[in-house]
């Protein structure tokens, strides 16, 4: 039976840049179970002030109310990190601002839009439900040689079936989109997930927080 043991901080850093973009370096993750046998624990800590939704307007691109359908943890290939897959069934489309740079290679286009096909919905006209698929760095669970591992950066783990509001940007880097600052619509109010420092912490509706996300004000640090 293998040790459950307090598991070995394999990676712990400090990101004040925003957004913090990136993730675990060095040996890979099955290198230090094979050595370590026991359980992994990455963590990358963010630090900075308290962002508002002026800043989230300024770093991010694309603002949507949806319900998460479905939530996926990965190793990547080089086995250095995890990172987790949101896909969102959306409802509403806040704001989709346009590149100031675009960014092309010789095979095309990289910094395309995050929509994906969705699937129909049950419902006699049977039309489609727009998703979007967001990936976030430093995040999920993964088991990996009968041992487990977890990777946080200070964004939450969204969960299946859970309404949100979320928004997300470009990695270049990565070549995908990731969120930034995500919302839950919780009985008609929306209130900043844990974990985030985000603020103000709530809206009493999402009409309210629309109107704020049209014309954010200035952040108010207490």
């Known amino acids: 039976m293998k040790s459950r043991s307090a598991p070995l901080v394999y990676a712990a850093a400090v990101a004040c840049a925003t957004p913090p973009l990136g993730a675990a370096q060095g040996p890979s993750l099955r290198d230090h179970i094979r050595q370590h046998g ?19 307007v300024q770093h991010t691109r ?19 990190d995890v ?14 601002a346009s590149p100031t740079v675009t960014r092309s290679t010789p095979g095309g286009p990289t910094d395309s839009l995050p929509f994906v096909a969705g699937a129909p919905v049950t419902r006699p006209a049977a039309r ?11 995040l999920g669970r993964v088991e990996l040689e009968g041992y487990v591992v977890t ?31 995500a919302f839950e619509v919780r009985d008609g109010r929306v209130v900043a997930l844990p974990g985030q420092s ?22 108010i640090v207490p």
Not at 64 to 79: D, K, N, R
Not at 128 to 138: A, E, H, V
Not at 198 to 207: C, F, N, W
Request: a neutral charge; charged letters at 20%; glycine letters at 6%.
């Open 128 to 138: 489609t439900m727009p998703r979007i698929r967001l990936r976030k760095s430093t």
């Open 38 to 56: 026991r359980d992994v624990a990455i963590e990358l800590k963010a630090c900075g002030p308290l962002v508002g939704l002026k800043a989230i």
């Open 151 to 181: 990777a946080s950066s200070g964004f939450p783990m969204l969960t299946a079936g859970q309404h949100v509001i979320v928004s997300a940007l470009f990695n270049p880097d990565m070549k995908t989109w990731a969120p930034f600052a």
């Open 62 to 80: 694309l603002t949507v109310e949806g319900t998460v359908a479905s939530v996926e943890s990965s190793l990547t290939p080089a086995e250095d």
């Open 83 to 96: 990172y987790t897959e949101f896909v969102i069934d959306v409802i509403r489309v806040f704001r989709l």
């Open 198 to 219: 985000i603020g103000p912490k709530e809206y009493g509706s999402v009409e309210v927080f629309a109107a704020a996300l049209a014309n954010p004000p200035a952040t």
